[in-house]
């Protein structure tokens, strides 16, 4: 099945820094890729998503970068705000081997301090 | 308009015994998914409901088992509770009309096994 990897697990950068995740999948027939940031206590919230035929996406401060050839995709954050402090998963969709199921990596902790 | 809602937030339950988790979809939305989340981990597809079927499962035992209702909520029931159940579970939602991906999550129930 499909194989998402992400790093770092632990992230810490100053207030307005900008933070780089980074997440790898195994399937090449996945085509959507998910981000989602979960604050303590709460569910998971989707951010930002990619479909394969595109390369990059920006909502204001964030944006996500894909590359099919080598099957990995980022999630860029700039001009970083406590408030951003969470955890952030990617996650990949292949209709193809996957079915109907998202699958996860393993999470980033971001901690963003004043 | 609504979020995912999930009940109840919390709940404790010991070995052997049953249980039952509910869950409405965001409005306009007709087909949920389940998904546990262990303690530092990403979440795990345990099944989709659509049309009131169960139409696709992951990799859980036969003890986990769903129903979706007309109305398009679901309850998600774990019978024979061992201390590895205990998790988060999420419910996320997805919308009608062919997008088949795009997944909104709940807040979760967490589910504590003693």
């Known amino acids: 099945g499909e194989n998402v990897e992400q790093h770092p697990s632990t992230l810490s950068v100053q207030e307005g820094d900008s933070a780089v995740i980074k997440c790898t999948y195994s399937d090449s027939a996945s085509n959507y890729f998910p981000w989602y940031k979960q604050e303590l206590g709460k569910g998971p919230q989707l951010i930002i998503d990619?479909?394969?035929?595109?390369g990059e996406k920006k909502d204001q401060r964030i944006a996500v970068t894909l590359n099919k050839t080598a099957k990995h995709f980022s999630l860029h954050i700039t001009e970083t705000q406590p408030e951003d402090s969470a955890v952030y998963f990617c996650?990949?969709?292949?209709?193809?081997?996957?079915?109907?199921?998202?699958?996860f990596g393993k999470g980033t902790s971001l901690l963003v301090t004043p | 308009d609504a979020g995912v809602t999930q009940s109840p937030t919390h709940l404790i339950k010991t070995r052997g015994q049953q249980v039952t988790l509910r869950c409405s979809p965001k409005s306009g939305h007709d087909t949920v998914s389940w998904y546990q989340q262990a303690l530092g981990q990403g979440p795990q597809f345990i099944f989709q409901y659509y049309e009131e079927e169960e139409r696709q499962r992951g990799n859980f035992p036969d003890r986990f088992s769903g129903h979706q209702f007309p109305n398009y909520s679901s309850e998600l029931n774990v019978n024979a509770l061992l201390l590895g159940d205990s998790a988060l579970y999420l419910c996320?939602?997805?919308?009608?009309?062919?997008?088949?991906?795009?997944?909104?999550f709940g807040p979760g129930t967490r589910l504590t096994v003693l």
């Open positions: 996320a939602s997805t919308p009608g009309g062919g997008n088949t991906d795009t997944q909104y």
């Open positions: 990619i479909r394969s035929n595109v």
């Open positions: 996650a990949a969709h292949s209709v193809a081997n996957s079915g109907y199921a998202l699958n």
